[in-house]
């Protein structure tokens, strides 16, 4: 005997539209509460500045604080409809705008304009903060060490091209800490006025963004110049300036020189990305969830698996290395420091004990900084 066949429920009736009219005046009543919410906001940031200034603090922005309340949003954001990545932008630029109501920040950052670095600085800051372009890496640590500048941006490391190695060595002299990182997914287009790619006679682009096109470029334009300038935005200026010049840069650099957008997305990772650093004056407090740079050297002494000694106290006491990275020390030839990224912050009672026992064996240590980990 057949077993009867299992009735099929019937699919839910999708429900009918609503008019039009109703739905706009729902949006237009929610918007007037977002707004008046805003506004409740940025009177509430009025009274935290007051508040700071009359007991005597200067610190109106405090990242480790910012970074929770991110993390918060995050939180709350399951299910959507929108991204996280896109709930983030917009809480970042209400934190941008309410902050500006205490005190402006003033943020330095490897130039000019159109740069991969500007962007980065409106990821993290947003559009309400004063950002200054610098020539050169060394002028936007001058800026924060003299407190031109309340904090300055600048590449550390991309996923595919490795350090920036004129970043790494500044810290070997400057005073400055780390309070914050940047993760910013790179894409490079290929810009210029030429009506064709038959029409690009030479490509100018900072290195690592010729370096990280360097098989697109062979494969379609391999007959072409290619030459290392010291942005991408120098290399769009050109491209805007001189006949048969293209130029490597993000959409902003397109838009800032007033090029096309020849071809897009040249690079040859699809997750490319670039992780930039957040330098300041101070180390901050804990936020939660933070990582460590260091700054190690072996002495001389120290013989066979001096780098052993240096790491081994950060695996007994169970703390994940996440980056380490060598570069001559400019003490002497052939010597070497050592930077490295821990996960955790050095007030955490298990990094505090790992540090203690890296104290006793190396001939250098220095806390670049604890900060938050990127929100996204």
Request: some cysteine; glycine content about 6%; overall charge positive.
């Amino acid at each position: 005997m057949k077993k009867p066949r299992p009735r099929r429920r019937p699919a839910p009736a999708t429900p009918a539209p609503r008019p039009l009219d109703a739905v706009r005046a729902e949006i237009d009543a929610i918007d007037m509460r977002i707004q008046a919410l805003i506004s409740d906001r940025a009177r509430i940031a009025q009274q935290v500045g007051l508040s700071k200034r009359a007991a005597g603090t200067a610190d109106f922005y405090r990242p480790e604080r910012e970074a929770e309340v991110l993390r918060r949003v995050v939180e709350r954001n399951r299910g959507g409809p929108l991204a996280d990545e896109e709930m983030v932008r917009l809480y970042r630029e209400i934190m941008s705008a309410c902050l500006a109501q205490q005190e402006p920040l003033k943020i330095g950052f490897l130039g000019p304009e159109g740069t991969f670095t500007q962007q980065a600085v409106l990821k993290h800051f947003g559009h309400s903060v004063r950002a200054v372009p610098l020539a050169s890496i060394d002028e936007v640590f001058r800026e924060v060490e003299s407190g031109t500048a309340d904090f300055g941006v600048v590449p550390i490391e991309n996923s595919t091209e490795g350090t920036v190695s004129h970043t790494a060595d500044m810290f070997l002299t400057s005073p400055l800490k780390i309070c914050g990182e940047i993760e910013l997914r790179v894409h490079q287009h290929l810009l210029g006025r030429m009506a064709s790619l038959r029409k690009v006679a030479r490509i100018c682009a900072h290195q690592q963004a010729l370096a990280q096109c360097r098989g697109w470029l062979a494969e379609h334009l391999g007959e072409a110049e290619r030459v290392a300038v010291s942005s991408n935005a120098e290399g769009a200026r050109r491209a805007r300036d001189e006949e048969g010049t293209a130029a490597i840069a993000g959409e902003a650099a397109a838009e800032v020189y007033g090029l096309k957008v020849l071809v897009k997305e040249i690079e040859d990772h699809p997750d490319n990305t670039t992780r930039f650093l957040v330098v300041g004056r101070k180390i901050l407090a804990p936020s939660g969830r933070d990582r460590t740079t260091l700054l190690l050297s072996a002495p001389d002494t120290a013989g066979p698996g001096a780098l052993l000694k240096l790491l081994e106290p950060f695996a007994a006491e169970g703390i994940t290395l996440t980056r380490l990275e060598s570069r001559p020390s400019r003490r002497k030839k052939w010597d070497y420091v050592f930077f490295v990224d821990i996960e955790g912050h050095a007030e955490d009672e298990r990094v505090r004990a790992a540090l203690a026992r890296v104290r006793k064996v190396a001939s250098l240590m220095k806390l670049l900084g604890s900060y938050p980990r990127a929100v996204l």
